[in-house]
């Protein structure tokens, strides 16, 4: 279970604390310089654009996914290298502009010893080289440290790399040997404008210092303005109205806290212990303006009689004390008082424990810091201990003298049952919901919309926090758009009356909003519940919408079906996702646990959080859990699916969607009504007149039939079509839709071989290398992409496209061309 963390070196601890102390900051800039989303380290540092739309990024992932539409996605490597060359295993090819956002590896139980170096070209320089291990055991240094890299440990099963790395005209990624399980998250970019490629000598301490206070603090910066606290009752089955805002602004912080609640009693987490002599140190956050602070401490009861001096900044300030043994399998927390003499005007203090005595040591699990600010109890750091967190302990500057113990616990606390099914009524019973300019655009249940569904369990991710201290809040910092109005609403359908109920919500005026709503450059924030039973043999949909937008992530809460044997084969489940009309899934996944970045079953069910992704929520067999019940979260910032027409977002539920679940999620998304891509023209390389038509010629051309089947969801329906492979020039005439501003490509095509490329022109303009490295020999149908620079179609009706495969590749096939125009 995941305390959190914040400070690292000195640097970086100075850049986190300036934040603390509620600097007001200014809106929201809803205008970018490009429409590919945010570039390089932007992607962090510009988190008060996540509404801006990205019509410029296609959002990509290649990935060791089973060919064959089974369940061997990586256990032996058999799709897991594009080709091999002497540096090894090429996981990651791509000719143009474009970013690699994210990575994720996975064997061995999450070591990546086996993998040997992982290298990264970009722009034809080499700008990583190391052993994967140590990439993400973060002993390169800046930028290469937690939590931009996650070890096993760090994550439960898996090694990740969130460092987002442009380049202009061409990446690769090759491991050393077979990495077996993979993904690599990029998106591709229509042109190199505003694009420069990643300097590995960037450190980024601001963005390291940010991301170490996720479920903390805002990533955006401070909201200066606050509206009426809204406090009372809420009866059941009535809604109550928490928060109106007139004019054009953002809701920038949605924070609400029900004390009915109570925290799930189920609880895995990993800790230390010091014996005679030991002591443990570290370093956290507090706010600069509180008027004292609150330390709570996890501990295992089971060891009798502990006792151990708490010191700060070295003065003592009380004693931690267990008394007598309780039997094993219990969890209790002890908080000690910090005087304010101690703390005010801080940003941070150093704490110290010494042992003083115990039956056999002294245990630690965790540690939260909460700041009283105006009689408001405010979380302001966390440090959680153990073998489990390797880049936490560090980014503290933990240090634990006489270690005598470290492992894992599976504990409860003492709860009545009644209390957890009451609190269990209250998350999925009540419903946050947003309406903005006249539309409800958020309608989610309270614990998914925060970001756990199954019970109140300790979440923090970088765009929420639920805090599961009595006096605790949950926090959302999705940045929400109106033109003119807002209003927040708790829709209470628990059928438990609720009592205090405070809600805190803060927002800035913003004149340019409205504007930018208008235009499209933005979009409306979306948080959509869906939920239900699986169904045999079909995909569970986050989100199927039309229009265009971007996806950030989901809240997912999985109930398994199965009452013995594999109880988690629903995590067997890949992610499979569609954008603007596309046959072929751009991402397609290995497995759901592998989705929520993670590995081997979340490490048979260690739970875990990082600001990006997580499992906050394990039950078993009890705590309103039938059978085997995960709840888990998943946030793509810099890798956010952009869609310009429709989305389709699914998971499996097991190998082939054959294990039976319910399943409820709730999807981060922005969007507008409105599509900003549609089809123009269509070319049937087929049929004779469709040829004729558009003016298609071809040198070096042989024509069949192929019946095959797309990857995907359709991999069970056979379709037939001609396909021609071409060897020489290839040219067509293509139709645009007015206005065009920009166009898209496809390209159904045969990849039973891979490695397809040719260089592409418009009207006698180099367009780019289109590289297909991808191949299937079983579902042989594709459906890539190319994207057209906008100075090449902007304003024409048509274009002359000329396609010369590359000597040496594969002769280039294609049944069909469709052309999309972008018109915004």
């Not at 396909?723 to 095509?749: C, D, H, Q, W, Y």
Request: proline share 5%.
């Amino acid at each position: 279970m995941r305390f959190g963390s914040l400070l690292a070196s000195t640097v970086i601890s100075a850049l986190v604390l300036s934040t603390v102390s509620g600097v007001a900051h200014a809106a929201p800039k809803p205008v970018s310089a490009t429409d590919k989303g945010p570039i390089g380290w932007q992607v962090y540092r510009q988190m008060d654009q996540l509404a801006m739309m990205r019509p410029g990024a296609v959002s990509r992932q290649f990935s060791s996914f089973d060919r064959t539409g089974g369940n061997d996605d990586g256990f032996v490597g058999t799709y897991s290298c594009l080709r091999t060359t002497a540096s090894g295993c090429v996981i990651a090819e791509r000719t143009g502009a474009g970013q690699i956002d994210s990575m994720w590896f996975t064997r061995d139980y999450g070591s990546m010893v086996n993998n040997g170096r992982l290298k990264i070209e970009l722009d034809g320089q080499v700008v990583l080289d190391d052993l994967l291990e140590e990439v993400v055991d973060g002993k390169l240094g800046a930028p290469w440290v937690w939590p931009l890299v996650g070890n096993g440990e760090d994550t439960s099963g898996a090694g990740v790399v969130k460092v987002p790395m442009p380049y202009r005209e061409s990446m690769r990624v090759t491991v050393q040997a077979n990495p077996l399980f993979y993904h690599v998250a990029y998106r591709d970019f229509a042109d190199a404008d505003g694009v420069q490629t990643f300097n590995p000598a960037d450190q980024a301490l601001d963005v390291i210092a940010k991301l170490r206070a996720y479920g903390i603090r805002d990533p955006k910066g401070d909201a200066a303005l606050k509206a009426p606290v809204s406090k009372g009752a809420i009866s059941a089955r009535t809604s109550k109205n928490v928060a109106a805002l007139a004019g054009s602004g953002w809701v920038t912080q949605l924070r609400v806290k029900i004390p009915q609640i109570v925290a799930s009693p189920r609880v895995g987490d990993d800790g230390s212990a010091f014996a005679i002599g030991g002591s443990t140190t570290f370093k956290v956050a507090v706010d600069p303006e509180n008027s004292g602070v609150r330390i709570t401490r996890r501990y295992d009861p089971q060891i009798g009689n502990q006792r151990a001096r708490l010191l700060v900044d070295g003065t003592q300030v009380g004693f931690w004390e267990s008394g007598p043994r309780v039997p094993a399998g219990e969890w209790r927390d002890q908080t000690i008082m910090i005087p304010p003499a101690l703390t005010a005007g801080k940003s941070s203090v150093t704490i110290r424990n010494e042992y003083v005595a115990s039956d056999l040591d002294v245990n630690e699990f965790g540690y939260t810091i909460h700041s009283n600010i105006g009689g408001d109890w405010r979380r302001t750091d966390v440090m959680d201990v153990g073998p489990n967190h390797p880049g936490e302990q560090a980014a503290h500057g933990y240090v634990i003298r006489g270690l005598n113990w470290q492992g894992y616990r599976v504990y409860r606390y003492p709860v009545p049952a009644a209390e957890v099914t009451r609190s269990d009524a209250v998350l999925s019973g009540v419903r946050v919901v947003v309406s903005v300019d006249g539309k409800t655009t958020v309608d989610a249940p309270l614990g998914e919309f925060f970001g756990s569904g199954l019970g109140e369990y300790d979440t923090m991710t970088l765009m929420s926090s639920m805090d599961t201290a009595p006096d605790g809040w949950y926090t959302s910092w999705w940045p929400m758009p109106y033109a003119r109005n807002a209003t927040v609403v708790l829709v209470n359908e628990s059928g438990v009356p609720l009592g205090d109920v405070t809600v805190e919500t803060d927002y800035v005026n913003d004149p340019s909003v409205a504007a930018a709503l208008q235009s499209g450059k933005i979009g409306y924030f979306r948080a959509t519940k869906v939920g239900g039973n699986t169904v045999p043999s079909q995909d569970f949909t986050f989100l199927q919408t039309s229009g265009r937008g971007v996806y950030y992530g989901v809240s997912h809460s999985m109930r398994g079906a199965i009452p013995n044997g594999n109880m988690r084969l629903y995590l067997e489940g890949d992610e499979r996702v569609y954008v603007d009309g596309a046959a072929s899934p751009t991402i397609y996944g290995t497995g759901t646990e592998d989705f929520y970045e993670s590995g081997w079953y979340f490490r048979d069910g260690v739970t875990y959080t990082m600001p990006l992704a997580g499992n906050p929520a394990w039950e078993l067999n009890g705590d309103g859990c039938q059978h085997d019940c995960t709840g888990a979260y998943r946030l793509m910032i810099g890798e956010a699916v952009s869609f310009s027409s429709n989305l389709r977002f699914d998971i499996q539920h097991g190998p082939v969607n054959d294990a039976p679940a319910n399943y409820s999620s709730t999807s981060y998304w922005y969007g507008q009504s409105t599509p900003a891509l549609a089809e123009s023209d269509a070319l049937d390389v087929a049929d004779d007149a469709s040829r004729a038509a558009h003016g298609y010629q071809s040198t070096g051309e042989t024509r069949r039939t192929l019946q095959s089947t797309f990857e995907g969801k359709d991999d069970k329906v056979n379709v037939t079509d001609g396909v021609a492979s071409t060897t020489g020039e290839i040219t067509f005439t293509l139709k645009l839709a007015p206005g065009s501003s920009g166009a898209r490509i496809l390209r159904m095509n045969d990849q039973s071989e891979a490695y397809q490329q040719a260089s592409v022109s418009v009207d006698g303009m180099a367009a780019g290398t289109w590289l297909q490295p991808l191949g299937n020999t079983s579902s042989r149908w594709l459906e890539d992409s190319f994207d057209l620079p906008a100075n090449l179609v902007a304003g024409k009706s048509s274009v002359t496209v000329r396609i010369v495969p590359q000597s040496g590749s594969p002769a280039w096939s294609a049944a069909r061309y469709r052309m999309l125009t972008k018109t915004a």
